[in-house]
């Protein structure tokens, strides 16, 4: 028995009308599954009905899990949080209002009526793809969760995004009727433009309105370029991009259509299977990069690097373009450029920077100093620094880190450790560029520098000018010319460099029985 389905959105029924087809099966008992009550017999039942929702609903819902297995394989469990791994509630109808959500305990969708006209959000397939979307992700990264960062959890929107496009893209019928609309999918298309009837719902609704967020549709297609979201406004209408994670997840959206169009261009046929071929390969791309990204403030680009590195890994490297330029597309560098990105932003205005000088306002160099951990009031050279070609601020703080733990021999002794941050400008606000020093991994890369110091007994213990050392050079050993030094600068025992040595103390190692002879 068939049921009426509306493959994309109710409002998108223009460019790909309702149809009949056969329901989805039921899932397997292997797998996870989702839980629905008040099931009815399949049939053609008008949009409107009750009857009509389940079906629509649970086909949505199925069409989703089913283009994410394409993807990842077979989807056995939900969220570890999830009230169950096995089956999560699905409800089409959970009463009045315009919204969806996944919280965990289950994927509801509602029913409001503005005038003559009632919005079912269970009823468009882009909004109950893009919420089984944060179940998918939730299933294979619960840590996002909890996650404070604007571009986390941005993310986890962005991607339920990607999942809608994902589920419309899976769908022949809907990639042939996009190719005639869009050959290159670089016009504004029923695919890309996602959740049009739930928005219209908003925008007609006299609480919310046409300023409200949500009150236009969400365009993959989008020209919106990524900007640090601590300077973006809170909220704003549809067409302007703030750290409200819905909207500022555009950005991502937007990394990802665009990731899939270049493949699609770049591929020698403009056919449907060869769209479907990019498609897969950027889902596949997305979805792993989605899982080992590194849990960053800056995810949007963590995820974008993750991609190219599983692009490495999966496509010896094909799409690394591709990636890379939809990226750039919408401002996230994702090579080498990353450097010079902002990373956060830092209290004062932007700095002031000549030809050859540069200088912090108070303020900025407080935040700095703050940020990395240092003292308050501890010294911050600054000066101004050409990189990538770009003029840049350079401030240098030195870190004392105690090198005890290496060595017992270098117990009271500290090294001096410069920390460099590249400071620029995000709008009128002072700004980090690239990585901010992290006082751990100073002390990590410090200790590790140190005991290869020791290893090739480079450290001269005895003094800046080792007369020891000169005999010992004097019976023919190679290392006379330590590179560093153990001095007093105050009170303060400072391990120093001496020299850079074209010959290590210990490139040759002598063995043990034949170094006694000596
Ligand atoms: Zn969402």
Redesign the pocket.
């Known amino acids: 028995m068939a049921i009426n389905f509306i493959p994309n959105d109710p409002l998108a029924r223009n460019a790909l009308p309702m149809r009949q087809q056969a329901p989805r099966p039921d899932r397997g008992t292997t797998l996870a599954r989702f839980g629905m009550a008040g099931a009815v017999a399949p049939g053609l039942y008008p949009p409107g009905t009750a009857e009509f929702l389940f079906w629509q609903c649970r086909e949505a819902a199925l069409a989703a899990v089913d283009t994410w297995e394409i993807l990842q394989g077979p989807l056995r469990q939900w969220s570890p949080y999830a009230i169950s791994r096995k089956r999560l509630p699905l409800h089409p109808n959970d009463g009045d209002d315009l919204n969806?959500?996944?919280d965990r305990q289950s994927v509801s969708f509602f029913a409001h009526t503005t005038g003559a006209k009632t919005t079912f959000s269970g009823a468009s397939t882009d909004v109950v793809a893009?919420?089984c979307?944060?179940a998918l992700l939730d299933s294979i990264r619960p840590d996002l969760w909890d996650s404070p960062f604007v571009e986390v959890a941005a993310l986890?929107?962005a991607f339920?995004d990607c999942m809608a496009l994902l589920t419309a893209f899976a769908d022949p019928p809907t990639r042939r009727a996009l190719l005639a609309v869009s050959p290159d999918l670089a016009t504004s298309n029923f695919v890309e433009a996602t959740a049009e009837d739930l928005s219209d719902g908003v925008r007609r609704d006299p609480r919310l309105g046409p300023r409200h967020p949500a009150a236009a549709p969400r365009h993959a297609l989008n020209s919106f370029r990524w900007r640090l979201p601590t300077t973006l406004p809170a909220s704003g209408p549809p067409p302007v991009l703030t750290s409200e994670i819905?909207s500022f997840g555009r950005v991502f959206g937007g990394c990802f259509y665009d990731t899939v169009r270049n493949i699609f261009t770049s591929s020698s046929a403009r056919t449907e299977a060869a769209l479907w071929a990019a498609v897969r390969t950027a889902g596949k791309l997305l979805i792993r990069g989605a899982r080992e990204a590194p849990l960053r403030p800056r995810f949007f680009q963590s995820v974008g690097r993750a991609m190219v590195l599983a692009d490495r890994t999966l496509n010896a490297g094909a799409n690394r373009q591709a990636i890379g330029d939809a990226f750039s597309r919408h401002a996230i560098a994702l090579g080498s450029a990353a450097m010079l990105a902002p990373t956060a932003s830092l209290a004062g205005p932007a700095p002031r920077l000549g030809a050859r000088r540069a200088s912090l306002s108070t303020a900025t160099r407080g935040d700095l100093l703050r940020r990395i951990g240092a003292r308050p009031g501890a010294r911050l050279s600054v000066r101004a620094g050409k990189v990538g070609g770009s003029t840049v601020v350079s401030a240098v703080h030195y870190r004392e880190v105690p090198l005890q733990s290496v060595s017992r021999r270098l117990k009271g002794v500290v090294a001096v450790v410069p920390e460099s941050t590249l400071v620029g400008a995000a709008g009128t606000r002072a700004a980090v560029l690239g990585a901010l020093p992290e006082a751990t991994s100073t002390a990590d890369e410090v200790h590790a520098f140190v005991e290869m110091l020791m290893e090739h007994d480079d450290i001269a213990f005895e003094g800046a000018a080792p007369a020891a050392r000169r005999a010992v050079a004097g019976r023919g050993r190679t290392r006379d010319l330590p590179t560093h030094a153990i001095r007093l600068m105050g009170r303060k025992k400072v391990l120093s460099r001496l020299r850079f040595a074209s010959c290590p103390g210990r490139l040759v190692r002598y063995p043990a029985g034949l170094a006694m002879e000596w």
């Open positions: 969806a959500y996944y893009h919420e979307g944060h986890h929107e339920g819905h």
